[in-house]
């Protein structure tokens, strides 16, 4: 069965450091992948998704995240963190074992020091 | 703009008594689905549609019941609300699997 596992519940940074969000999945298919991002109080937008393309995925707001299927990771980076990046990140894997519906992970909370 | 909307954004009601929480969107998507959020518990589907006239059970369907009646439009029927079904939900819908959802804004309901 497909699973997402993210690794940190939380991910502390100082303003203007890199950021490393881990995600590992398990799909039996080739799968699609997608981050999403949640603001506080606010809705779910999606940042990036990887859908047997290009395995370096660009999102929006700087964010990238790297398809790696020998690792079965989808690791979220961005390089020098902002203030307004506060919020909490969701892994999110699709495939045709789980008639494509989305298979979420917990999220992790992303915390930015100034 | 394209959207998803959902109404009403906070609701809070009494156990038993029926409520509709309106999901539209404008972007002739095919998908659909709704989505509840609990602290510690994530996002669990509750339905979703594939097409007009086309809905499936997702995780948590206890207690809920939806419609697609026209494309651009997905209910969600409580019933007999109870003190367990107060949640955030999303209503959200894509094009194609591919091509990921776009969330509405939410409904923080409450049920006393």
């Known amino acids: 069965a497909q699973s997402v596992t993210q690794l940190d519940s939380h991910v502390s940074v100082s303003e203007g450091t890199p950021v490393l969000l881990r995600c590992n999945y398990s799909?039996?298919?080739?799968?699609?992948l997608f981050w999403y991002v949640q603001h506080p109080n606010k809705g779910l937008q999606l940042l990036l998704k990887?859908?047997?393309?290009a395995t370096l995925v660009k999102g929006i707001n700087g964010f990238e995240a790297e398809f790696k299927k020998s690792e079965t990771s989808f690791h979220l980076t961005k390089p020098s963190a902002h203030m307004s990046d506060a919020a909490e990140y969701f892994c999110?894997?699709?495939?045709?074992?789980?008639?494509?519906?989305?298979?979420w992970g917990a999220g992790t909370k992303l915390i930015i020091k100034p | 703009e394209a959207q998803v909307t959902q109404n009403p954004r906070y609701l809070i009601t009494v156990t038993g008594k029926k409520l509709t929480v309106t999901c539209s969107q404008n972007m002739n998507h095919e998908y659909m689905s709704w989505y509840r959020q609990d602290p510690g518990l994530g996002l669990r589907q509750i339905y979703y549609s594939m097409n007009v006239e086309v809905t499936d059970k997702g995780d948590v369907p206890e207690g809920y019941k939806v419609s697609r009646k026209e494309k651009r439009n997905f209910p969600l029927i409580l019933e007999s609300p109870s003190p367990n079904q107060t949640s955030l939900y999303f209503c959200?819908?894509?094009?194609?699997?591919?091509?990921?959802?776009?969330f509405g804004s939410g409904t923080r309901l409450t049920v006393v």
């Open positions: 799909s039996s298919y080739s799968p699609s």
């Open positions: 999110v894997v699709s495939d045709q074992n789980s008639n494509y519906q989305l298979i």
């Open positions: 990887y859908t047997s393309a």
């Open positions: 959200a819908s894509r094009n194609s699997y591919r091509t990921g959802y776009t």
